[in-house]
Structure formats: structure tokens, C-alpha cells
């Protein structure tokens, strides 16, 4: 199928987080790419992903970074298309350092920023596939039945000591 999200990264180390974004899109049916694009190693290649994007038929980029975590960001800066931001938790300042990097964005360039580490992945996966979903009906049910089971789940186990 046509990828219709881009799951990017500013290297390799980045998977363990980003891999939650990818098995939330698996889980809602929607088909994406994963490519390593640094920003400070391979700008080059970060621009032309960035500019032909849109061409390439994706909807949403989800780009995940640590540290100074710019990847986000320069993306935005050269697609109309929405990027989410996935701070990637660093050693030096445990994710914070790259959470500041990617939320402090200038005006006139929108990056949706979620949480650092896991739970932003996921998120991340989580509300592309709402966005997809403004448009494909079937991506959209997806997400409506993936939230009334977590519904369920905690309806059907209200009881934290009843393992």
C-alpha cells in the first residue's frame, strides 16, 4: 500500500522509541515508511524528503530526535505537510534537552509536539492516524474501536488488586 505517513529519525538509536509509533500505525491500518534522516549528518537528504513528501502521497511525518532534536523542526520548515514531533530520551538531560529543542518552535512554523520517549511514539502513531482518518473512513473506524476497547478494558477490570 501506498505509505501515507512518514516515520522518521535522526539515527538508528532512535528505534527502540520510534518502533511504538510504528506498532500503533500497524494496529490502526495505516501504512507508513521509516527512514533515518539526519538533520545535522544528511541535510541534504533531510530537504528533499522534507520537499517531496507531499508528492511522495504522505499525509503526516512523524519525526523523532534527541538532544538538540532539530529534525522535527527543519522538516517543517520545508513541507506544509503536519509534522509530529517525538522527543527521544537522551542520556545527558534524559529527554528534556530534546523536548525543549522541539516545542520551542518559532512562529509561522507548527510542529505538534508529544511527549518524550514511548508514550509520545505511540501518541504520535495514535494522532496521525486521526488525522488519516479526517479522510479515510476506514482508518477513522480504526481509531473509534481501538478507544472503546481501551474503554472496555478499564470498564471490564475496574478493580486495581483483582489481578
Known amino acids: 500500500m501506498q505509505p501515507l505517513v512518514g516515520l522518521i529519525m535522526g539515527s538508528k538509536s532512535d528505534w527502540p522509541t520510534m518502533e511504538h509509533a510504528a506498532e500503533m500505525l500497524d494496529k490502526l491500518g495505516v501504512p507508513y515508511e521509516t527512514k533515518v534522516v539526519s538533520a545535522h549528518r544528511t541535510p541534504d537528504l533531510l530537504f528533499d524528503y522534507a520537499k517531496t513528501a507531499s508528492d511522495r502521497g504522505l499525509k503526516v511525518i512523524i519525526a523523532g530526535a534527541g538532544g538538540a532534536a532539530h529534525l522535527p523542526g527543519m522538516v517543517a520548515s520545508q513541507t506544509s505537510l503536519p509534522v509530529l514531533g517525538v522527543p527521544v530520551q537522551s542520556k545527558a538531560l534524559n529527554g528534556l534537552d530534546s523536548l525543549l529543542s522541539i516545542v520551542q518552535m518559532p512562529g509561522g512554523i507548527a510542529v505538534g509536539t508529544l511527549a518524550i520517549g514511548k508514550a509520545g511514539a505511540t501518541n504520535a502513531g495514535l494522532l496521525a492516524a486521526q488525522i488519516i482518518g479526517t479522510f479515510k473512513d476506514d482508518v477513522r473506524g480504526a481509531v473509534d ?13 475496574p478493580d486495581p488488586s483483582d489481578q
Open 145 to 157: 474501536e481501538f478507544r472503546a476497547n481501551q474503554t472496555q478494558t478499564i470498564l471490564d477490570n
